[in-house]
């Protein structure tokens, strides 16, 4: 009987040390009650196929004679067969749907090789402005000056400058890929 005592003691012991401790050694926690509102919004800026697409891909790519140029959400990848001329250019390949005003730029890039010595992009025509991805054969400083651009669709065309001369037909692949700044007229880059 001694010994269950003593045993019962020691629980009761054990537990009031145990609970007496957490709360010496705890830290202080505070609890805060609070209401966050959330809405769903439509992304500000939207690439599509453009006006000069072909009907049958009009999913995701526009189909050119040799050419390839798929959208996604932050851009574009245009696959290019590059030829002996002095320019190609892609009117009006891309769709651009602006849902919010705000300020695009080049935010990253990728090139597949140096056949390309200049590469423009247009947004509406030359009316808004151009966008230089490829210089010299190589893509430019991201992020780059950008354009302002008002609620609206926009068309895009493409405007490459082959490295002269082109020995033979060669296909090049240029990935694009936009930032959009709503708040303010600047670049934002992505680390």
Do not use: C, H
Not at 86 to 92: F, N, T, V
Not at 154 to 162: A, G, N
């Amino acid at each position: 009987m001694m010994n269950q005592s003593r045993t019962l003691y020691a629980t009761i012991l054990l537990l009031l040390v145990s609970v007496t401790s957490t709360l010496v050694l705890a830290d202080v926690v505070f609890t805060y009650n609070g209401k966050v509102i959330t809405s769903v919004v439509e992304q500000p800026i939207e690439f599509g196929p453009g006006s000069n697409a072909n009907a049958a891909a009009m999913n995701s790519a526009t189909q050119y004679e040799g050419t390839t140029i798929t959208t996604s959400n932050a851009g574009f990848t245009v696959t290019a067969a590059i030829s002996n001329a002095a320019s190609i250019y892609y009117y009006d390949a891309v769709q651009l749907t602006v849902n919010q005003e705000g300020y695009i730029y080049l935010n990253d890039e990728s090139i597949s090789g140096s056949a390309i010595n200049t590469m423009y992009v247009y947004i509406g025509g030359t009316v808004n402005g151009a966008i230089e991805v490829i210089a010299y054969s190589s893509g430019v400083t991201t992020p780059t000056t950008g354009i302002t651009l008002p609620v609206g669709t926009y068309e895009v065309s493409i405007k490459i400058i082959p490295n002269l001369p082109v020995t033979s037909t060669s296909l090049e692949t240029v990935t694009l890929r936009f930032g959009y700044n709503v708040i303010s007229q600047s670049s934002i880059p992505v680390p």
